[in-house]
């Protein structure tokens, strides 16, 4: 997305679609299709614009970050490592040790019901950073 379209006082979301909306092949699908599993899976996710054009997914916490590459759809989840992947949707940065992505490429399927998981797993791992984190005294406040 060119420089211009980050002016101040546009909402993430709304670059967000702007960005969707750039993206007139099957990227611009993929990431919106993305973006709806995200919304479902967490009412509650905050979308955030950052690093000039990287639209990120958050709840009380990094979630993850939806790039966009000539090849690949990329969900790269910030504490990906750290969350449990029964269905292998996990298929990129497998080597290190904090963040895992899933790369979708175009023609392939979304498995929606692991995603969402996934998506749900990341927010209860950065519920429970935050539980460790509170003082003993605010610990009851932090829950859900």
């Not at 006082?9 to 973006?35: C, F, N, Q, Y």
């Not at 490592?81 to 490429?105: H, K, Q, T, W, Y």
């Not at 175009?106 to 539980?131: F, M, P, T, Y």
């Amino acid at each position: 997305m060119k420089d211009s379209a980050t002016a101040k006082g546009k909402s993430p979301s709304r670059l967000i679609d702007a960005r969707i909306k750039e993206l007139d092949d099957w990227r611009g699908k993929t990431l919106a299709h993305v973006r709806a599993l995200i919304k479902q899976a967490d009412p509650e996710v905050i979308e955030e614009w950052k690093w000039r054009g990287v639209p990120v997914w958050s709840h009380d916490g990094m979630i993850c970050t939806g790039e966009t590459y000539k090849r690949v759809v990329k969900l790269t989840f910030a504490n990906g490592a750290a969350l449990e992947d029964p269905s292998g949707l996990f298929n990129s940065s497998l080597e290190g040790n904090v963040r895992r992505a899933i790369d979708f490429s175009e023609g392939n399927e979304i498995n929606e019901r692991a995603l969402k998981n996934l998506i749900r797993a990341a927010v209860d791992h950065n519920q429970s950073k935050l539980k460790k984190k509170a003082p003993a005294g605010t610990r009851a406040k932090v829950q859900k």
